[in-house]
């Protein structure tokens, strides 16, 4: 079931006349990232939910934002979002390699499989020539809504680090 997700239509083959399925990268790596942000809300709602005193909800919301900017095709959400994922994943194998003893509980494991699936999106939004193509096509296509959700897009990621800035800014200069 999974896997006719990622294919993005069904064709004829013309001559065989059997229906042959196309891999389409740039609906896979935007499920994938889907599936990423779902599985970082769950990881947090869990731990929410048994009372953790330090709970980040950083990861799940960067997830979301990053599935916004895919689907709106922002290039800077792509390389960011590359390099985020690849970062998720270095932050969840380094401690694997370096801890003594593991505990593999549901948290570990809903990691792994978002670190899993980090390096497939990381791989496609970097390296992948096929989405590259799929992408500027998606983009050249794309209605004029999304075109102003871009723009909208960028001009909140501004503020929001010209806020955080000014924040910092404060905290420094008044504690």
């Known amino acids: 079931m999974f896997a006719t997700c990622l ?5 004829n083959a013309h ?3 059997e229906i042959g399925m196309k891999f389409n990268y740039y609906k896979s790596a935007l499920y994938s990232t889907a599936a990423i942000a779902l599985i970082e809300w769950i990881a947090v709602y869990y731990l929410v939910s ?15 934002i990053i599935l916004f900017g895919l689907w709106i095709q922002s290039n800077i959400a792509r390389y960011l979002g590359a390099i985020w994922f690849l970062i998720l994943v270095a932050s969840v194998i380094w401690p694997l390699f370096t801890l003594d003893k593991v505990n593999l509980n549901f948290v570990v494991i809903l990691f792994l499989v978002s670190s899993a699936l980090s390096l497939f999106v990381s791989y496609t939004l970097l390296l992948s020539k096929q989405f590259t193509t799929e992408f500027l096509h998606e983009r050249e296509t ?11 897009f960028i001009v909140v990621a501004v503020l929001a680090a010209v806020i955080a800035t000014m924040n910092d800014i404060y905290h ?4």
């Open 15 to 17: 001559s065989l006349g």
């Open 142 to 152: 794309q209605p004029k809504y999304k075109k102003h959700l871009g723009k909208i």
């Open 7 to 11: 294919c993005a239509s069904v064709e």
């Open 172 to 175: 420094l200069a008044y504690n």
């Open 50 to 64: 048994r009372n953790f005193e330090r709970v980040s909800f950083s990861r799940a919301g960067i997830a979301l």
